[in-house]
């Protein structure tokens, strides 16, 4: 069960996802992506997910990219999220029940205005998870007012202090950095809490209300990690091993982190990458 912590406010929010992937033989892999950038003129947001990670030969992390992404074009919010909504239902139905727990955490500005959108088939925001999930996800889209911290998956790791601690850090209008930074350090601490479920490395990305954004990764990868990010549709992350390729560059590479600009006439994601072989010490610094 991954951790995903969200805070959100008027003026700010920020979203974190471990990738630590957990099997019937424990730990499986420590680089699995479990966050999508999305991007487009209109608006922009961030995806995450909690839950199912894979079964027999479905993959939560590549079906994710898959249904995410389509020819150019525009989408809404709401589009996204009943494209969430209905895929995920279908694939979730073959999975027994016992193991069906699965929740995807959207956040968006629209119009400046900040909204989290909720699709799972236990979690509730401010309600208690269901003992036995539904075979269907259902959507709850929450209007921002105050800053708040919603934390999904393995969330009794997260103890109220922390939540607190975040929300106070929100409401002082701190620098993204400075949010991203203490949201990453909030996982990595309450990691120990969740049965080896979670890993300590993750990615934090923040959100403007222009649609202005960045991502970070914490902590050093075990493996390539190219992860996909979509701009109107399309996965950016795909052009970038020809990149590295043309260029010469040493491989496998990982993700250090991602900027995009203001929503507006056209759209721009880049990208740094780093070799494996040139990372130092334990990569949150």
């Known amino acids: ?14 979203q974190s996802s471990d990738f630590r992937l957990t099997g019937p033989g424990g730990t499986a892999s420590e680089t699995s992506q479990k966050q999508v950038v999305l991007q487009y003129m209109r608006w922009s947001g961030l995806v995450c997910y909690t839950g199912v990670a894979g079964f ?42 016992g193991m069906r727990h699965h929740t995807f955490t959207m956040i968006t500005y629209e119009d400046a205005k900040p909204y989290v959108y909720v699709i799972s088939n236990f979690e509730r925001p401010n309600e ?12 709850t889209r929450v209007r921002v007012r105050h800053p708040r911290c919603l934390v999904t998956g393995w969330a009794p ?28 350090k909030t996982s990595w601490e309450s ?40 701009t109107n549709g399309h996965n ?19 993700l250090v982190g991602a900027t995009w600009q203001a929503n507006g006439a056209a759209t721009a994601m880049v990208g740094a990458y780093r070799a494996l072989s040139e990372q130092v010490g334990d990569g949150w610094s």
């Open 56 to 97: 027999d030969t479905h993959n939560t992390a590549a079906w994710l990219g898959e249904a995410l992404t389509h020819g150019p074009g525009h989408r809404t919010p709401q589009e996204v999220a009943d494209r969430l909504v209905e895929g995920g239902s279908d694939w979730l139905r073959a999975v027994p029940p």
């Open 1 to 14: 069960m991954t951790l995903n912590i969200t805070v959100a406010s008027r003026w700010l929010m920020a």
């Open 236 to 254: 950016v992350a795909s052009l970038v091993p020809a990149v590295i390729a043309d260029a010469g560059l040493s491989s496998p590479r990982r």
């Open 128 to 139: 208690t998870p269901l003992a036995t999930p539904a075979d269907r996800l259902i959507c």
């Open 191 to 230: 990691s120990s809490r969740a049965e080896e479920t979670v890993g300590q490395s993750c990615v934090v990305a923040h959100l403007c209300p222009d649609g202005s954004g960045e991502a970070q990764v914490f902590g050093n990868m075990e493996e390539e990690f190219l992860p996909t990010m979509i």
């Open 157 to 184: 790791a997260v103890h109220e202090d922390q939540r607190e601690a975040l929300v106070d850090l929100l409401a002082a209008v701190p620098e993204p950095s400075r949010l991203r930074e203490e949201v990453a």
